[in-house]
C-alpha cells in the first residue's frame, strides 16, 4: 500500500516562533495531499488541500497567512505554521488520496502518523 | 447538510466477543462509506470501503454493512482482541470530494 510519512513526529516551541511540519508520500507520486488537524477526543478537520504546483485550497475558517502550505513536488507538502501560538497546540496529520494503479476507489486516502505540536 | 454521526461513547467488550460500531448518516446515501482505525497519536489506516448498492463487505476478522434505507453503516469486529482496542471512524466523501469523518468511537476490547 501507500506509504505517507510526516517529519517531526514532535514538536514543542516558544510561542511567536514559526514551525515546519513536512509530508512525503515514500514510494508513490501525489499530486494531492490534504491537511488535517485533530484536537484531543474530537474528529479529524481538514484544514486544505495542497496541490502540488499551485495555491492551496483552503476551508472555511483556516487563515492561509497562518498555516503556509507548500507543495513543491509530487512527494512532498510542508505546512508552516507562523507565529504560532497556545491555540495552534494540536495533532495535524496529512494524507494522500489513493493513487493510480493501487487497488481500490480514488477517494481512499492513506494517512501520515502525525505531528504533534505544543506551543508554550 | 449532510452529517456522519458515530456514538461518542466508549464501546467495552470482553475479548472473543463481536463488537458492533454504529456510523448513522443524516441525509442523502453517499456513494459509499469507508472505515478507518486510528490509534493514540497515530494517523488513521484505511480498513475497509463499502459501495452505496453492498449490502455487506468482510475482510478477516472485519464486516461492514450499508443499511440505505436505516441510513446506516454497522461494523463489526468478529473474536475480538485487546489488540484490536482503538477508535474506530468512519467517513463518506461530500459534494466537494473531500473525506469527512464521523467524531470515531473508542473501542475497549478487555482480556
Known amino acids: 500500500g501507500a506509504v505517507v510519512s510526516q517529519h517531526p513526529s514532535w514538536v514543542i516551541c516558544k510561542s511567536g516562533t514559526s514551525v515546519k511540519i513536512e509530508c512525503r508520500s515514500l514510494?508513490?507520486?501525489?499530486?494531492?495531499m490534504f491537511w488535517y488537524r485533530q484536537f484531543p477526543k474530537q474528529s479529524l478537520m481538514l484544514m486544505a488541500t495542497?496541490?502540488?504546483?499551485?495555491?492551496?485550497?483552503?476551508e472555511q475558517g483556516v487563515e492561509k497567512d497562518k498555516f503556509l502550505i507548500n507543495h513543491a513536488s509530487l512527494t512532498l507538502s510542508t505546512l508552516t505554521v507562523t507565529s504560532a501560538h497556545p491555540e495552534d497546540s494540536s495533532f495535524y496529520i496529512c494524507?494522500?488520496?489513493?493513487?493510480?494503479?493501487?487497488?481500490?476507489?480514488?477517494?481512499?486516502?492513506?494517512f501520515g502518523p502525525g505531528t504533534r505540536l505544543l506551543v508554550l | 447538510s449532510q452529517k456522519i454521526e458515530q456514538n461518542s461513547e466508549a464501546l467495552n467488550i470482553q475479548e472473543g466477543k463481536t463488537a458492533t460500531l454504529t456510523c448513522n448518516y443524516t441525509?442523502?446515501?453517499?456513494?459509499?462509506l469507508q472505515w478507518y482505525r486510528q490509534d493514540p497519536g497515530r494517523g488513521p489506516v484505511f480498513l475497509l470501503l463499502?459501495?452505496?448498492?453492498?449490502k455487506e463487505k468482510r475482510k478477516e476478522r472485519l464486516k461492514v454493512t450499508f443499511d440505505t434505507t436505516l441510513k446506516q453503516s454497522l461494523f463489526h469486529i468478529t473474536a475480538s482482541q485487546p489488540a484490536d482496542s482503538a477508535t474506530y471512524l468512519c467517513a463518506y466523501v461530500n459534494a466537494g470530494n473531500m473525506l469527512t469523518f464521523g467524531g470515531g468511537t473508542r473501542l475497549m476490547v478487555k482480556p
Open positions: 494524507s494522500a488520496r489513493n493513487p493510480p494503479g493501487l487497488a481500490g476507489v480514488r477517494e481512499t486516502q492513506y
Open positions: 495542497s496541490n502540488e504546483g499551485s495555491k492551496a485550497t483552503y
Open positions: 441525509n442523502y446515501s453517499p456513494a459509499y
Open positions: 514510494d508513490f507520486q501525489a499530486t494531492t
Open positions: 463499502i459501495r452505496e448498492n453492498e
